[in-house]
């Protein structure tokens, strides 16, 4: 069963605007992580953010920023005043404690969203 | 943050052939990395868990003498396809993750992958 769902395959801005990504993720652990990864071109992952389970606080981190939602099993991510050097694909992924399963430290990845910006 | 090493970033070779993918985690020692399988437009497949000193830990549907993953030390995993066949190309990545106790637990950090063709 697919555990971590971002249902946008695409999205186009134009640069300045801003992004919304969607995650939704489905696990039976009640501590767990939640992750934002971009890739690049390049073809890199890179870290950008982290949540645990027991942290709903939304934070924003320079043009990042967060909404957790454990109601409705949500993390989405935003970009503010996207720029060119944005585009990439971005993924939400979870990585649960392992309590209820055999999983723990595994990043379980999302289908990923494509993010083209435009000048 | 974390940096990770993974060697060749791009291999072309015959098929029959064995190619091996080398992972190191440059700043840190990583007790366990991870595998993974990317095609293109897809999202990441986690192939293997590498333990050091251990047996890795492979996830269902992927052949273990086909993938061999050794973890010899704890800066260094090596992924070895063997007897590759064209449908073994594809862009590998690996990851490290900090050890537990460390302010940074389960994030997991990537290298730059592995783009391997197999004529």
């Known amino acids: 069963a697919q555990k971590v769902t971002q249902a946008q395959t695409e999205i186009s801005v134009v640069e300045k605007e801003d992004v919304t990504l969607d995650c939704v993720y489905e696990?039976?652990?009640?501590?767990?992580?939640l992750f934002w990864y971009k890739q690049p071109p390049s073809g890199e992952l890179v870290f950008l953010i982290r949540?645990?389970?027991?942290?709903?606080q939304n934070e924003i981190s320079g043009r990042y920023s967060w909404n957790f939602q454990k109601s409705t099993s949500s993390f989405n991510f935003t970009i503010t005043a996207s720029q060119v050097v944005d585009s990439a694909v971005y993924f939400c992924?979870?990585?649960?404690?392992?309590?209820?399963?055999?999983?723990?430290?595994?990043?379980?990845f999302g289908a990923g969203t494509q993010v083209v910006v435009t000048p | 943050g974390a940096v990770v090493s993974q060697h060749p970033s791009w291999v072309i070779c015959k098929s029959g052939t064995s190619v091996k993918i080398e992972c190191r985690s440059l700043?840190?020692?990583?007790?366990?990395m991870f595998w993974y399988r990317q095609f293109p437009k897809q999202s990441l497949m986690l192939m293997a868990t590498?333990?050091?000193?251990?047996?890795?830990?492979?996830e269902q549907g992927v052949e273990k003498d086909k993938f061999l993953i050794n973890h010899a030390s704890l800066t260094l995993s090596t992924l070895t396809v063997t007897s590759a066949h064209p449908e073994d190309s594809s862009f590998y990545i690996c990851?490290?993750?900090?050890?537990?106790?460390?302010?940074?637990?389960?994030?997991?950090?990537f290298g730059a992958g592995t783009r391997l063709s197999v004529l």
């Open positions: 696990t039976r652990d009640t501590t767990y992580y």
């Open positions: 590498s333990n050091e000193g251990s047996k890795a830990t492979y």
């Open positions: 992924a979870l990585s649960e404690a392992g309590v209820t399963t055999d999983s723990w430290g595994k990043l379980q």
């Open positions: 949540r645990n389970s027991f942290d709903e």
């Open positions: 700043d840190f020692q990583a007790t366990t």
């Open positions: 990851s490290a993750s900090l050890p537990l106790g460390s302010g940074a637990k389960n994030i997991q950090y």
